[in-house]
């Protein structure tokens, strides 16, 4: 009986131990697999220039729009502001602008833009 129980302990150690790793190396790996990957800034700003500089100040410093919508300096500064808010933000249509829904690649790349004007 002493050796089952020994048996048992030694097995039970192994498993707790074996769990342990595998869930530190998902709890490590699954962040990294749960974000987009990061967008292009350059081709972010060409895509602000075209559709959001109507009513964003989409560079800074840059003229306002005809609409009191914040600037993108003023948003990248958030607190809150993340990649993948932003990036739920533009893929939905959103006050006055147009009803043109954004790729996942668009609106990555208008997200890394965004993030690139927040101040340091």
Excluded at 73 to 101: C, G, N, Q, Y
Aim: proline share 7%; aromatic share 8%.
């Amino acid at each position: 009986m002493k050796s089952f129980s020994l048996r048992f302990e030694r097995t039970l150690g192994a498993f707790c131990i074996s769990t342990a790793v595998l869930f530190a190396a998902g709890a490590i790996v699954r962040p990294a697999c749960a974000q987009s990957p990061p967008g292009n800034v350059e081709a972010g700003h060409r895509l602000a220039e075209a559709y959001c500089s109507q009513c964003h100040v989409v560079v800074k410093n840059g003229p306002a729009g005809w609409t009191d919508a914040p600037s993108f300096s003023a948003i990248a500064d958030r607190p809150t502001t993340t990649a993948a808010w932003l990036e739920e933000i533009i893929r939905k249509p959103h006050m006055h602008m147009l009803f043109v829904p954004r790729s996942r690649s668009d609106a990555a790349d208008l997200a890394a833009y965004i993030l690139s004007l927040k101040s340091h």
